[in-house]
């Protein structure tokens, strides 16, 4: 079953195509990576399927509906939740606080319900504080928990970001350059809980610069270069595709 | 350990023993005293209100005297020339008030940082000139004096404004508390930190703004209405631009995002002018002064020497 249907997405920053007609689908439960060299309009696309960048042409469809030209906030409220290649948290929060805004999309008080201190949003805070300490557990990382995410290394600052993203229960996760910044066993880490994840049912598309890491984790594969998709298929027919090699090698 | 534990029992102890100094001080504080501590709820409470729009979703507002103004002129004239009760005429200020923040906030808020500062400004100009222009309701330059409060035939003294004024400034620190720890909250300090990043999360950052602002507004005409109905005294000197640069400066000192904070600057730049009365014409200087200090030593504020993680 296709989740998120990409049709013929263009983009354009001046007279540079950044974006040409690319096409594809990612199905349900799936990991999907996109691949390319830097400047193919990877994240450019991440940016387009998530909301804070408009495409100028083609339309993106998620569980068959049109979500390309809605406002970020409303794309991630359809539980489409994203990472940032410069990893971005909130700076003056603890890890833990960090990790618990990933529950926003599936908490509901207002500031109504706050003040009059209603039941079912005390119910959802301890349900998002708990859901927040179970995702540092998997990842190994409570003793973090009230550490301020400026005393972070690059590679926790990466993980929290992704930790934050499954908190929010989403159908769809976006990652930009998961493994950017990651020592070997936080990345064997991070392919162990995407897989654990997949069996959750979870749909990933991801980033990636790392070839074993996208190579071993991916199911399929989507190559850009320049701007336009330039091969698709799984791991093993991607690795020994002449016209991918050629662009990486800038033959 | 065996320190914090004596801190800790202490900072209990001396927390109580204040606010039963508080409870008891109408039996040995004399007026001056009494209105001070009234002043310093009354400087907390404006306090606290900015700091949920500047301090949480890091907004600046230079607009907050103008909504300290219309709490106060609506409800002093709802009270004294209309004839309202107090409680009706204070829920109609603080009704009207929250309704402008509404009506400015929708077009204000799209502007970013430095225009956001020029708009604010610009609004509490535009109070000003309204509180002259409208002279034969609002007492203009010269301002007008308040009929007594009376409730059940009895006339609310400034002993009755005193612990009204503790009691409202509890009651707005838990409030803010409260959203400063939920969901909200966390929210609003995304906001501050990366729009991209509230956004990506699905924070409605234009509605989360709005509701910031709304907030601000209603606390600061709280404050107005407390201010006018103790000191029975309203007048326009109290709602300008330099008050609304005071208000910042009580957020900034207190350290920025922390309520407690706010309430330990509220209290310190209401009580600071009483003691410098003689340096009158130096206050602005001063003010100027103490902000280039705090932000060179004390970059986060009286809050900063407190605790090093802010969850106050």
Redesign the interface.
């Known amino acids: 079953m296709v989740l998120l249907s990409i049709q013929k997405i263009k983009k354009n920053f001046g007279g540079l195509q950044a974006l040409v007609d690319v096409s594809f689908d990612v199905e349900a439960s799936e990991i999907l990576g996109i691949i390319g060299p830097n400047g193919a309009g990877k994240t450019t696309l991440l940016n387009i399927i998530s909301g804070l960048e408009n495409a100028d042409g083609g339309r993106i469809l998620f569980n068959n509906e049109v979500i390309s030209g809605l406002p970020p906030y409303k794309i991630a409220q359809k539980k489409i939740l994203r990472t940032f290649q410069t990893v971005k948290l909130d700076e003056e929060a603890t890890v833990l606080e960090n990790i618990m805004l990933g529950t926003h999309i599936w908490t509901k008080a207002g500031v109504i319900d706050i003040l009059l201190r209603r039941r079912f949003m005390f119910i959802e805070e301890q349900e998002s504080y708990n859901c927040a300490w179970e995702v540092l557990k998997l990842f190994g990382m409570e003793r973090l928990a009230d550490t301020s995410s400026q005393k972070l290394s690059p590679g926790q600052r990466q993980l929290i970001q992704s930790g934050r993203a499954f908190v929010g229960e989403p159908k769809l996760v976006l990652l930009d350059e998961p493994v950017g910044g990651l020592i070997a066993e936080e990345k064997s880490k991070l392919m162990e809980i995407l897989l654990l994840k997949k069996e959750q049912k979870l749909t990933t598309l991801l980033i990636g610069h790392d070839m074993p890491f996208v190579l071993g984790i991916c199911d399929r594969i989507v190559v850009l270069n320049f701007g336009q998709k330039i091969a698709e298929g799984p791991p093993s027919s991607i690795a020994n595709d002449p016209v991918v090699i050629e662009a990486y090698l800038g033959g | 350990m065996t320190e914090n534990i004596f801190i800790r029992k202490y900072k209990s102890l001396a927390i109580v023993l204040f606010l039963i100094g508080l409870v008891i001080g109408p039996l040995f504080l004399p007026y001056y005293w009494l209105h001070l501590i009234t002043l310093a709820g009354v400087g907390s409470i404006l306090a606290l209100g900015l700091n949920i729009f500047y301090g949480y979703c890091g907004q600046i507002n230079f607009g907050v005297a103008a909504f300290y103004g219309i709490g106060a002129y609506i409800s002093a004239i709802l009270g004294t020339k209309y004839g309202l009760s107090f409680p009706l005429a204070a829920l109609c200020a603080l009704v009207g008030s929250g309704l402008v923040g509404l009506i400015i906030g929708v077009p204000l808020l799209r502007l970013r940082e430095h225009s956001l500062a020029l708009g604010t400004l610009a609004f509490t100009l535009l109070f000003s000139a309204l509180v002259n222009q409208f002279e034969k309701l609002t007492g203009g330059f010269d301002g007008f004096i308040l009929d007594p409060t009376k409730l059940a035939g009895f006339e609310l003294g400034y002993i009755f404004w005193y612990y009204f004024t503790i009691i409202c400034t509890l009651l707005v620190y838990f409030?803010c508390q409260?959203?400063y720890q939920?969901?909200?909250g966390?929210?609003m300090?995304?906001i501050?930190?990366?729009e991209?990043?509230?956004?990506?999360?699905?924070?409605?950052?234009d509605g989360y703004k709005l509701?910031a602002f709304m907030?601000n507004c209603v606390l600061a005409a709280l404050a107005g209405i407390i201010l006018v109905y103790s000191k029975r005294f309203v007048a326009p000197q109290d709602y300008t631009i330099g008050t609304s640069v005071l208000v910042v400066l009580m957020v900034v000192i207190g350290g920025v995002?922390s309520n407690l904070g706010a309430v330990f600057g509220g209290v310190l730049l209401m009580f600071l002018p009483e003691f410098l009365i003689h340096f009158k014409t130096f206050q602005v200087m001063i003010n100027g002064l103490i902000l280039i200090v705090v932000l060179i030593f004390l970059p986060k504020g009286l809050a900063g020497i407190a605790s090093r993680?802010?969850t106050f």
């Open positions: 409030m409260y959203i939920s969901r909200v966390r929210a300090r995304c501050r930190s990366d991209s990043l509230a956004l990506s999360l699905g924070i409605n950052i509701l907030l995002g993680r802010r």
